[in-house]
């Protein structure tokens, strides 16, 4: 899991999960129906009127309590905030589509006439408008597997759109409108998800369960999360955490603040049932501005590569180790050959074959071009947001007890497919 900290044991699950896998029909209503309150009851019993027994014992309660007094109850009035987002959804709602793409599946357990048993499923995700010129931005895993979707908007249009490039291992994607259309298209702006903080309101909206145009509201739960990429062995660096509700059908759709501006792209959720649990991820809008603008010019990004694995120290490998208590790094648990890092001459760690021990360990890193490491998401976060491919960059390494420094000079990441 080179430039990654997955473990087998995870249970979130991720990208497949929220790209709207939704087939068109009997599924999608069943999963509407799931999400129907059981013990909501549209129907109440007419209120009975009071017996006359009742209402002499009301009146004599009346007279004789002098201090009785009467409550009325006034309507809520809808405070500022309600007010700011009714305003922001009529602000962006327009620039929030819909995606529906055409999958072909191969089953060759199925033999007909000598041919393998083919299928075609639709698949709903959402996105958002980039440009006026018909740019749309959505996840990878959205449009994964073809080349053409249909976008639709929210007066029901629907327009053809053609992949204009995409990037599996941030799970970002640009797609352009190819038919001539009507709508005098509006781009979100793009926020600076770099100014946010834990605790900040944000607002998703996409198409959840082929639901149009749904808005749901939440915060910033936690900044700088790193999470699996079912696509690759590469995990996504800088992740936003929200509790916004995000379900199947909402990836690719925005995440925005306040002021209506993109602060992340609704990714993925962390359950252990497919359905929103009140975790969800959005790929962080400093990510879209450097990545997306690549994929429009070139149809993909060059990701920096260093070609190693590593895993954060925790206390008990602090102690395996031998290390000071409350000593942080990464240790360096594989070396790629002839990657970056074993140019550099860094070290990995040595493990016995039968047992899993460490026989020998490797490097732990504790800065980055004078950035303190503490956890692996520092070395991945670093790299992705200040290093190209031909950047040099120096580690800070503390090899069995002493401080050394390597200079490696990065690559471009492998495509998921080589």
């Known amino acids: 899991m080179a430039e990654s900290s997955r473990t087998p044991s995870t249970t979130v699950t991720m990208l497949a999960i929220l790209f709207a896998g939704i087939i068109i029909g009997g599924v999608l209503g069943a999963g509407i129906l799931t999400y129907a309150p059981q013990s909501l009851s549209f129907w109440s019993k007419p209120q009975q009127a009071p017996s006359a027994v009742a209402q002499q014992q009301q009146a004599k309660t009346t007279m004789t309590a002098a201090t009785t007094t009467?409550?009325?109850?006034?309507p809520a009035t809808p405070t500022t905030a309600d007010h700011d987002l009714v305003s922001l959804f009529k602000q962006v709602e327009g620039s929030v589509v819909q995606i529906t793409s055409t999958?072909?599946?191969?089953?060759?357990?199925?033999?007909?006439?000598g041919d393998p048993l083919k299928s075609e499923s639709k698949r709903l995700g959402s996105g958002f408008v980039y440009d006026a010129q018909g740019l749309i931005v959505t996840n990878n895993h959205v449009v994964d597997g073809t080349d053409t979707v249909d976008v639709t908007f929210t007066d029901g249009n629907t327009y053809s759109a053609k992949v204009l490039g995409k990037d599996a291992y941030s799970d970002l994607a640009v797609i352009k409108i190819t038919d001539d259309f009507t709508e005098k298209l509006v781009p979100l702006k793009l926020g600076n998800s770099t100014d946010l903080q834990v605790g900040d309101q944000v607002v998703a909206i996409g198409n959840p369960f082929g639901l149009s145009?749904?808005?749901?509201?939440?915060?910033?739960?936690?900044?700088?999360?790193?999470?699996p990429?079912?696509?690759s062995t590469f995990s996504i660096?800088?992740?936003i955490q929200t509790d916004a509700a995000?379900?199947?059908?909402?990836?690719?759709?925005?995440?925005l603040d306040m002021e209506g501006e993109v602060i992340g792209v609704n990714s993925a959720i962390q359950s252990n049932t497919g359905s929103f649990s009140g975790i969800g991820f959005a790929i962080s809008s400093s990510a879209v501005q450097h990545i997306v603008p690549a994929l429009i010019k070139d149809g993909k990004y060059d990701h920096p590569w260093l070609g190693i694995a590593g895993t954060s120290l925790t206390p008990d490998l602090v102690g395996k180790l031998g290390l000071p208590k409350n000593s942080k790094g990464v240790l360096i648990t594989d070396v790629t050959a002839g990657g970056p890092a074993q140019k550099a001459g860094i070290m990995g760690t040595v493990f016995d074959r039968f047992t899993g021990d460490i026989r020998r360990a490797g490097d732990i890193v504790t800065a980055i071009d004078g950035h303190e490491v503490k956890r692996i998401e520092d070395v991945i976060t670093y790299l992705e947001q200040h290093a190209r491919p031909g950047d040099a960059v120096t580690l800070d390494l503390n090899r069995a007890g002493q401080v050394v420094q390597a200079h490696a000079t990065l690559e471009a990441r492998a495509g998921p497919s080589q």
Do not use: A, F, K
Request: hydrophobic share 30%; proline share 6%; net charge negative.
């Open 70 to 74: 009467t409550t009325t109850t006034v």
């Open 103 to 113: 999958v072909s599946t191969v089953n060759n357990n199925i033999i007909i006439n």
């Open 213 to 227: 145009n749904t808005m749901t509201t939440g915060i910033v739960s936690q900044l700088g999360r790193l999470i």
């Open 229 to 231: 990429n079912e696509d």
């Open 237 to 239: 660096p800088d992740v």
């Open 246 to 255: 995000i379900n199947p059908g909402n990836s690719g759709g925005p995440l």
